[in-house]
């Protein structure tokens, strides 16, 4: 499966935004689908992720409640919605897909597959 990440741009703070994920060459639903993000001179970092067949989603503490992955599967597609965007937020974000378990879901390298990365900037 390869992916394409888009959606990225420049915002304010408090703007919403949403990028999304699709997928061509196989079923992004058979995929765990993960978004991490890299800040400038930081180090890459977990966002969330959407585990399959309805098992939920997670996300790292800074995210909860602003942001929220789903799918669209008619579209073979995954978007993370983000919302209350803050200067903290900005970074490339890149989706992946793989296989991992639900406790090893925010581990960058249980994916096998990754989309080049979509910018947020986030202005104050």
């Known amino acids: 499966v390869q992916l394409q990440a888009s959606g990225g741009g420049l915002v304010q703070a408090g703007d919403s935004l949403r990028l999304s994920c699709a997928a061509s060459g196989g079923r992004l639903s058979a995929y765990v689908v993960a978004w991490f993000r890299q800040a400038p001179k930081k180090e890459r970092e977990f966002v969330g992720a959407?585990?399959?067949?309805?098992?939920?989603?997670q996300y790292e503490d800074s995210v909860k409640g602003r942001f929220t992955i789903s799918r669209d599967n008619a579209k073979n597609t995954v978007h993370l919605q983000m919302r209350g965007l803050t200067p903290e937020d900005t970074a490339v974000y890149h989706c992946?897909?793989?296989?991992?378990?639900?406790?090893?879901?925010?581990?960058?390298?249980?994916?096998?597959?990754w989309g080049q990365g979509t910018l947020v900037t986030v202005s104050s």
């Open positions: 992946a897909a793989g296989t991992p378990a639900f406790s090893a879901a925010a581990a960058s390298r249980m994916y096998n597959t």
């Open positions: 959407i585990m399959r067949w309805g098992a939920g989603e």
